[in-house]
Protein backbone atom coordinates (compact mmCIF):
# COMPACT_ATOMS: atom_id res chain seq x y z
CA UNK A 1 0.00 0.00 0.00
CA UNK A 2 3.06 2.13 1.00
CA UNK A 3 4.24 1.68 -2.75
CA UNK A 4 0.96 1.76 -4.28
CA UNK A 5 -0.17 4.95 -3.04
CA UNK A 6 1.72 7.31 -4.30
CA UNK A 7 0.78 5.38 -7.82
CA UNK A 8 -2.21 6.68 -7.37
CA UNK A 9 -3.94 8.49 -10.92
CA UNK A 10 -3.54 12.45 -9.04
CA UNK A 11 -7.38 12.52 -10.58
CA UNK A 12 -8.61 10.35 -8.22
CA UNK A 13 -9.75 12.44 -5.44
CA UNK A 14 -10.68 15.57 -7.44
CA UNK A 15 -13.02 13.30 -9.37
CA UNK A 16 -14.16 11.51 -6.21
CA UNK A 17 -15.11 14.68 -4.40
CA UNK A 18 -16.64 16.15 -7.58
CA UNK A 19 -18.89 13.17 -8.31
CA UNK A 20 -20.40 13.17 -4.46
CA UNK A 21 -20.65 17.11 -4.44
CA UNK A 22 -21.96 16.89 -7.83
CA UNK A 23 -25.32 14.42 -6.57
CA UNK A 24 -23.73 11.38 -8.70
CA UNK A 25 -23.29 8.81 -6.01
CA UNK A 26 -25.86 5.96 -5.86
CA UNK A 27 -28.30 5.46 -2.89
CA UNK A 28 -26.12 2.95 -1.26
CA UNK A 29 -29.02 2.09 1.39
CA UNK A 30 -31.96 1.55 -1.48
CA UNK A 31 -29.17 -0.67 -3.19
CA UNK A 32 -28.04 -2.94 -0.46
CA UNK A 33 -31.63 -3.15 0.24
CA UNK A 34 -32.83 -4.28 -2.49
CA UNK A 35 -29.55 -6.37 -4.48
CA UNK A 36 -29.74 -10.48 -3.97
CA UNK A 37 -25.69 -9.45 -4.54
CA UNK A 38 -24.08 -11.18 -1.11
CA UNK A 39 -22.84 -8.36 0.56
CA UNK A 40 -19.89 -8.65 3.53
CA UNK A 41 -19.58 -5.90 5.95
CA UNK A 42 -16.49 -6.59 7.74
CA UNK A 43 -15.17 -3.57 10.17
CA UNK A 44 -13.08 -2.91 13.34
CA UNK A 45 -15.15 -2.32 16.75
CA UNK A 46 -12.84 0.26 17.21
CA UNK A 47 -13.06 2.75 13.69
CA UNK A 48 -14.18 5.59 14.91
CA UNK A 49 -16.15 6.76 11.63
CA UNK A 50 -18.18 3.91 11.74
CA UNK A 51 -21.61 3.76 13.67
CA UNK A 52 -22.07 0.45 14.36
CA UNK A 53 -25.62 0.56 15.29
CA UNK A 54 -26.70 2.65 12.48
CA UNK A 55 -24.83 -0.13 9.85
CA UNK A 56 -26.62 -3.40 11.89
CA UNK A 57 -30.21 -1.83 11.57
CA UNK A 58 -29.71 -1.13 7.62
CA UNK A 59 -32.09 -3.30 5.85
CA UNK A 60 -30.23 -5.70 3.85
CA UNK A 61 -31.07 -8.34 0.89
CA UNK A 62 -28.40 -10.29 0.70
CA UNK A 63 -25.97 -9.84 4.12
CA UNK A 64 -23.48 -12.21 4.65
CA UNK A 65 -24.28 -14.19 7.69
CA UNK A 66 -27.05 -11.94 8.58
CA UNK A 67 -25.09 -8.91 10.31
CA UNK A 68 -22.14 -7.15 9.73
CA UNK A 69 -19.22 -8.62 10.80
CA UNK A 70 -16.95 -6.77 13.64
CA UNK A 71 -13.71 -7.02 14.67
CA UNK A 72 -12.68 -6.58 18.72
CA UNK A 73 -9.52 -4.86 18.72
CA UNK A 74 -9.49 -3.21 15.64
CA UNK A 75 -9.97 0.14 13.91
CA UNK A 76 -10.49 1.56 11.01
CA UNK A 77 -8.18 -0.49 8.18
CA UNK A 78 -8.75 -3.77 9.82
CA UNK A 79 -7.70 -5.25 6.89
CA UNK A 80 -4.13 -3.83 7.55
CA UNK A 81 -3.85 -4.58 11.31
CA UNK A 82 -5.03 -8.04 10.73
CA UNK A 83 -4.61 -9.02 7.37
CA UNK A 84 -4.33 -12.86 8.39
CA UNK A 85 -7.36 -13.00 9.86
CA UNK A 86 -9.00 -10.47 7.55
CA UNK A 87 -8.28 -12.32 4.76
CA UNK A 88 -9.94 -15.87 6.45
CA UNK A 89 -13.07 -13.70 6.48
CA UNK A 90 -12.78 -12.77 2.82
CA UNK A 91 -12.28 -16.59 1.83
CA UNK A 92 -14.92 -17.92 3.84
CA UNK A 93 -17.04 -15.31 2.18
CA UNK A 94 -15.97 -15.81 -1.19
CA UNK A 95 -16.12 -19.88 -0.57
CA UNK A 96 -19.56 -19.26 0.28
CA UNK A 97 -21.00 -17.60 -1.67
CA UNK A 98 -19.39 -18.61 -4.91
CA UNK A 99 -18.26 -15.80 -5.77
Known sequence: MVEDVPRTDGRARRIMSESFAG???PD????VARSTVPLAIIDGRDDPFVNHQYVAAVPYAALWRGAPTVLDGRRHA???EDPAGYGELVRAFLGENRL
Do not use: M
Not at 28 to 31: E, G, I, M, W, Y
Open 23 to 25: GHE
Open 28 to 31: QKAL
Open 78 to 80: AFL
